[in-house]
């Protein structure tokens, strides 16, 4: 029997007649990393925000750290960890006061509540920027203080919403050793959400691969990818191909096309696959202009999935004005 | 025994960064202070060098300076704990209320401390204005200071009560902003702060009898200038129910409050 931090079953969240999720259901296991990869508007926030208690799902059951987070909200509550997407700092306390604020707020004695605060601190080191107003800081240094701040109250789960959103990619390289650190050093089990390929990819165990509400695979980032054959040819063609003629080719998975003279080709072995493609090529004059192959990425698996890049921003007119926001905050 | 420690742990936690955050912005923090202190100078100076021909000695037994101060510090204990609670607004825009909305702490905990928070600020402003009404009139019964505070404490939870509960269902900023001059100006106005309640209209003292400035106003008069209209006992009654209905309404408000 595996053991469960996190039960989701059938999670349903309407906005009015807006559907964000459609009946999800996942399983995070404690002490791994869980990812929620999905594009903007995926439903991954409104799924952190009803695991958090924040909202309230529509139908469905969720149990976080073996509570009902509707039922038991309080248990759930002091059992978990959260860093939203968007900064939830006091922007005008100091770094050492957000932390205090916190762990008053969670009951902490005064005594644990100092010597947590230093060692948090010390773990996104920030020890030297324990008295700078939050508003003073740089993005990356803001993010790091609600991790800091998240894990104080020594959560067993914690929740990362986009936790490198609009963050450089030095400060994100720190971010993911932090958290790879949790995981191995302090057995907490995570659960993220991104919108990063590579993010998913560096940091989870397994990934739930979510869009327009519904998950639509889930697996290790090996096993989500190995879905696809290991790896991809892709042709552009100096004329628009007979695309037919590929099926010949051995191991052939699938053929898919990208633009007119654009193909992606999915084989089991792309080193084997190049020179049968060069030979049918040749024998139907068929000429290529650029080739080259790789092996999948999440990105080519969600593309698989649903037909459409993970990377491409759908941004609404109220997704644009919170990325003003952010960036304000930020 | 514990867990009303953890409470008032809470409490005082979420006070001391309403206080905190008043001082921080320091421009706001000092126009808020010299705020009432117009008022009480140029109005006050101004009203009351107007009357002094008219026979407000005989009518009220003080001058009109010394009955307007009372007023005004129930009008700056309001008006300035009423418009704290536009602070729940902010915290929502900017996050903050996310941060306590995934804390295991009671909701009225939290509100409770905003509200003792905001009422402290005020309370700065109100004294300051006592002092300064003292100096000027070299009138007042300083003695019921401290008691006069109580009062000040009271109608400050109205205030930041009534505050919060509109920032909690408006939701934005400009909202409240608009709201703010049809609550707060009127409640003002149809009170006893700028004049006696024996001369009113009687539908103009029917309202001004269902606002509870009207009762602070009268509490602080009576202890400082010796004027009663209403009597203490009915004041402090009042006072106290509302204050607890404020409390009440704001807690649960804040409990189905959720974020987007």
Same mark, same amino acid.
């Given at each position: 029997m595996?053991?469960h931090?996190?039960?989701?079953e #059938?999670l349903?969240?309407?906005?009015?007649?807006?559907?964000?999720?459609?009946?999800?259901?996942?399983n995070?296991?404690r002490?791994?990393?869980?990812?929620?990869?999905?594009?903007?508007?995926?439903?991954?926030?409104?799924?952190?925000?009803?695991?958090?208690?924040?909202?309230?799902?529509t139908?469905? %059951?969720?149990?976080v750290?073996?509570?009902?987070?509707?039922?038991?909200?309080?248990?759930?509550?002091?059992?978990?960890?959260?860093?939203f997407?968007?900064?939830?700092?006091?922007?005008?306390l100091?770094?050492?006061?957000?932390?205090?604020?916190?762990?008053?707020i969670?009951?902490?004695?005064?005594?644990?509540?100092k010597k947590?605060?230093?060692?948090?601190?010390?773990?996104?080191?920030?020890?030297?920027?324990?008295?700078?107003?939050?508003?003073?800081l740089?993005?990356g240094?803001?993010?790091?203080?609600e991790?800091?701040?998240?894990?104080?109250?020594?959560?067993?789960i914690?929740f990362?919403?986009?936790?490198?959103?609009?963050l450089?990619?030095?400060?994100?390289?720190?971010?993911w #050793?932090?958290? %790879?650190m949790?995981?191995?050093?302090?057995?907490?089990?995570?659960?993220?959400?991104?919108?990063?390929?590579?993010?998913?990819?560096?940091?989870?165990?397994r990934?739930?691969?979510?869009?327009?509400?519904?998950?639509?695979?889930?697996?290790?980032?090996?096993?989500?990818?190995s879905?696809l054959?290991?790896?991809?040819?892709?042709?552009?063609?100096?004329?628009i191909p007979?695309?037919?003629?590929?099926?010949?080719?051995?191991?052939?998975?699938?053929?898919?096309p990208?633009?007119?003279?654009?193909?992606?080709?999915?084989?089991?072995?792309?080193?084997?696959?190049?020179?049968?493609?060069?030979?049918?090529?040749h024998?139907?004059?068929?000429?290529?202009?650029?080739?080259?192959?790789? %092996?999948?990425?999440?990105?080519?698996?969600?593309?698989?999935?649903?037909?459409?890049?993970?990377?491409?921003?759908?941004g609404?007119?109220?997704?644009h004005?919170?990325?003003?926001?952010?960036?304000?905050?930020? | 025994?514990?867990?009303?420690?953890?409470?008032?742990?809470?409490?005082?936690?979420?006070?001391?960064?309403?206080?905190?955050?008043?001082?921080? @912005?320091?421009?706001?923090?000092?126009?808020?202070i010299?705020?009432?202190?117009?008022?009480?100078?140029l109005?006050?100076?101004?009203?009351?060098?107007?009357?002094r021909?008219?026979?407000?000695?005989?009518?009220?037994g003080?001058?009109?300076l010394?009955f307007?101060?009372?007023?005004?510090?129930?009008?700056?204990?309001?008006t300035s704990?009423?418009?704290?609670?536009?602070?729940?607004?902010w915290?929502?825009?900017?996050?903050?209320?996310?941060?306590?909305?995934?804390a295991? @702490?009671?909701?009225?905990c939290?509100?409770?401390?905003?509200?003792?928070?905001?009422?402290?600020?005020?309370?700065?402003?109100?004294?300051?204005?006592?002092?300064?009404?003292?100096?000027?009139?070299g009138?007042?019964?300083?003695v019921?200071?401290?008691?006069?505070?109580?009062?000040?404490?009271?109608?400050?939870?109205v205030?930041?009560g009534?505050?919060?509960?509109?920032?909690?269902?408006?939701?934005?900023?400009?909202?409240?902003?608009a709201l703010?001059s049809?609550?707060?100006?009127p409640?003002?106005?149809?009170?006893?702060?700028f004049?006696?309640?024996?001369?009113?209209?009687?539908?103009f003292?029917?309202?001004?009898?269902?606002?509870?400035?009207t009762?602070?106003?009268?509490a602080?008069?009576?202890?400082?200038?010796?004027?009663?209209?209403?009597?203490?006992?009915?004041?402090?009654?009042?006072?106290?129910?509302?204050?607890?209905?404020?409390?009440?309404?704001?807690?649960?408000?804040f409990?189905?409050?959720?974020?987007?």
């Amino acid at each position: 029997m595996i053991d469960h931090s996190i039960i989701v079953e #059938n999670l349903v969240k309407k906005f009015g007649n807006i559907v964000a999720l459609r009946g999800i259901s996942f399983n995070v296991r404690r002490g791994e990393i869980f990812g929620l990869l999905g594009p903007n508007g995926a439903g991954k926030s409104t799924t952190i925000h009803i695991l958090t208690t924040v909202i309230k799902p529509t139908s469905g %059951k969720a149990i976080v750290a073996g509570f009902d987070v509707v039922k038991n909200p309080d248990d759930v509550r002091k059992k978990i960890g959260v860093v939203f997407q968007d900064i939830t700092l006091d922007l005008n306390l100091t770094v050492y006061e957000n932390l205090w604020l916190h762990g008053k707020i969670y009951n902490m004695s005064t005594i644990e509540l100092k010597k947590r605060i230093n060692e948090m601190l010390e773990l996104v080191e920030l020890k030297h920027c324990a008295n700078r107003l939050v508003k003073s800081l740089s993005g990356g240094m803001k993010r790091r203080v609600e991790i800091a701040r998240a894990l104080l109250h020594n959560p067993e789960i914690l929740f990362l919403d986009e936790p490198t959103l609009g963050l450089d990619p030095a400060s994100r390289v720190k971010i993911w #050793n932090y958290i %790879k650190m949790l995981r191995d050093e302090y057995k907490i089990t995570i659960l993220l959400t991104t919108h990063y390929m590579e993010e998913a990819e560096q940091l989870c165990d397994r990934i739930a691969i979510i869009d327009r509400g519904e998950i639509v695979a889930e697996g290790t980032p090996e096993s989500l990818k190995s879905t696809l054959g290991r790896e991809v040819v892709y042709i552009k063609f100096v004329d628009i191909p007979p695309l037919g003629i590929f099926k010949n080719l051995k191991d052939v998975k699938d053929i898919k096309p990208i633009s007119d003279r654009k193909v992606k080709i999915i084989v089991e072995n792309a080193s084997k696959a190049l020179p049968e493609i060069f030979e049918l090529c040749h024998k139907y004059g068929i000429q290529i202009e650029e080739i080259s192959y790789k %092996k999948p990425t999440l990105n080519d698996v969600f593309i698989y999935l649903t037909g459409r890049e993970l990377r491409e921003e759908e941004g609404t007119f109220f997704d644009h004005i919170r990325m003003i926001h952010r960036r304000r905050v930020l | 025994m514990k867990s009303i420690y953890n409470s008032l742990s809470i409490i005082s936690a979420i006070a001391l960064r309403q206080i905190k955050r008043f001082f921080r @912005a320091r421009a706001r923090a000092i126009s808020t202070i010299l705020m009432p202190i117009m008022w009480l100078v140029l109005f006050g100076v101004g009203f009351s060098t107007t009357f002094r021909t008219l026979p407000f000695r005989q009518i009220l037994g003080t001058s009109y300076l010394s009955f307007l101060v009372p007023g005004i510090v129930c009008m700056t204990m309001f008006t300035s704990s009423f418009m704290a609670g536009v602070s729940v607004i902010w915290d929502r825009q900017f996050g903050f209320l996310k941060e306590v909305l995934v804390a295991p @702490a009671s909701r009225t905990c939290i509100i409770v401390g905003r509200i003792i928070g905001d009422v402290s600020t005020a309370l700065i402003q109100a004294s300051i204005i006592m002092i300064l009404g003292l100096v000027m009139t070299g009138y007042l019964n300083y003695v019921n200071i401290p008691l006069a505070l109580l009062y000040c404490i009271l109608i400050g939870i109205v205030g930041a009560g009534l505050g919060t509960i509109i920032a909690l269902v408006v939701n934005s900023f400009e909202t409240f902003q608009a709201l703010v001059s049809f609550i707060v100006l009127p409640l003002n106005f149809l009170s006893n702060i700028f004049y006696p309640l024996k001369y009113m209209p009687t539908w103009f003292k029917i309202l001004t009898l269902l606002n509870p400035i009207t009762y602070s106003t009268d509490a602080l008069r009576t202890l400082l200038i010796n004027y009663t209209s209403i009597g203490l006992g009915v004041d402090s009654l009042v006072l106290i129910i509302f204050a607890i209905a404020m409390i009440s309404i704001c807690t649960i408000l804040f409990r189905r409050t959720t974020v987007e």
